[in-house]
């Protein structure tokens, strides 16, 4: 039977990770997280880094918050969506320091449901803080896995369906204090097939 387990181990035999950060996204398990979180929507990640080698000195939750909208619209801008998403991220840095006061609480006691209550924040861009910036056991489902899935006759209608089949069947097979590295580690495996095999996926769009 087919489940998440074997896309798993069919992923992992690509040999997909040679050469990454240890949990795949970079700097995982800091602010920075957040903001590529919000700046890669509807973006190449290519963009994300030039935004973000804009914001070298404002890549902490304390620096950030320092930053005016206008300034941060300027720093932002290869990322598109620069009106909205400047504000956007200005408010969740605000929300975060007054609920949490400090990013390593926030890591440690945000929940997924105040994460879907912050304007710009969907279930993939709540997710993919969750998985690298908090360390969590929360597996990101995006266009890439979808893709990969559709290759193998998965598809779902719902974000929660896709989310729910990715994480079954991993748990099945993982101890609990292993599955936030390996949500981490299959979400990265499967963005790099997508990298690697493009045309090879085209037609299962």
């Known amino acids: 039977m087919f489940d998440s387990y074997a896309l798993y181990n069919y992923l992992q035999a690509e040999n997909l990770l040679d050469n990454v950060p240890e949990y795949w996204w970079p700097n995982a398990g800091t602010f920075q997280i957040v903001l590529t ?10 963009n994300v880094e030039k935004s973000m ?5 404002y890549l902490t939750l304390e620096s950030f918050l320092t930053l ?17 998403k400047a504000p956007r991220l200005l408010a969740l840095a605000k929300n975060i320091k007054e609920q949490f006061s400090t990013f390593e609480n926030f890591q440690d006691s945000v929940t997924r449901e105040w994460l879907l209550e912050q304007k710009g924040i969907g279930e993939e861009s709540a997710d993919a803080i969750l998985c690298y910036g908090c360390m969590r056991a929360e597996m990101v489902v995006d266009t890439y ?5 559709k290759k193998f006759a998965v598809e779902f209608k719902t974000y929660r369906e896709y989310k729910i089949f990715l994480e079954e069947g991993i748990q099945k ?31 299962f769009h």
């Open 53 to 57: 080698d804009n914001l070298q000195e």
């Open 68 to 84: 005016d909208e206008k300034s941060l619209i300027k720093r932002i801008h290869p990322s598109g969506f620069y009106n909205q």
């Open 173 to 203: 097979h993982c101890k609990q204090a292993q599955l936030a590295k390996v949500y981490a580690l299959f979400h990265g495996m499967i963005v790099e097939y997508n990298k690697h095999y493009s045309k090879e996926l085209k037609s």
């Open 37 to 46: 979180a919000i700046l890669g929507q509807n973006t190449t990640w290519l």
């Open 145 to 149: 896995a979808k893709r990969v899935l």
